[in-house]
Nanobody, 123 residues
Framework: VQLQASGGGLVQAGGSLRLSCAAS????????MGWFRQAPGKEREFVAA????????YYADSVKGRFTISRDNAKNTVYLQMNSLKPEDTAVYYCAGRQTVSYGYIPNEYNYWGQGTQVTVSS
């Protein structure tokens, strides 16, 4: 599967953005999907993941209650709604997929990656 992330941009603290990740192929619903982020000088970190059906979601503690991951399997797209953004959310955000049942929170557990989209939150 090929992944294309979009929706990043510059936003003030407290604002919102919605990221999208469009997938090619006809087997999107067989992939657990995740979002990761990487700030300058830091390792890539888990943000959120969603099960193949969309019925289960998982979040890093740092974004819980502010971010919402969702997916539309008919549109081959996964979303990340980000509210109450903080300057520390500034990073390049990546969508990723793994063709398995369980979710993962380590980058190496994902086989497919999008190109990343920059999110910058100003204070």
């Amino acid at each position: 599967v090929q992944l294309q992330a979009s929706g990043g941009g510059l936003v003030q603290a407290g604002g919102s953005l919605r990221l999208s990740c469009a997938a090619s192929g006809r087997t999107f619903s067989s992939y657990v999907m995740g979002w990761f982020r990487q700030a300058p000088g830091k390792e890539r970190e888990f943000v959120a993941a969603i099960s193949r059906s969309g019925g289960s979601t998982y979040y890093a503690d740092s974004v819980k209650g502010r971010f919402t991951i969702s997916r539309d399997n008919a549109k081959n797209t996964v979303y990340l709604q980000m509210n109450s953004l903080k300057p520390e959310d500034t990073a390049v955000y990546y969508c990723a997929g793994r063709q398995t049942v369980s979710y993962g929170y380590i980058p190496n557990e994902y086989n497919y990656w999008g190109q990343g989209t920059q999110v910058t939150v100003s204070s």
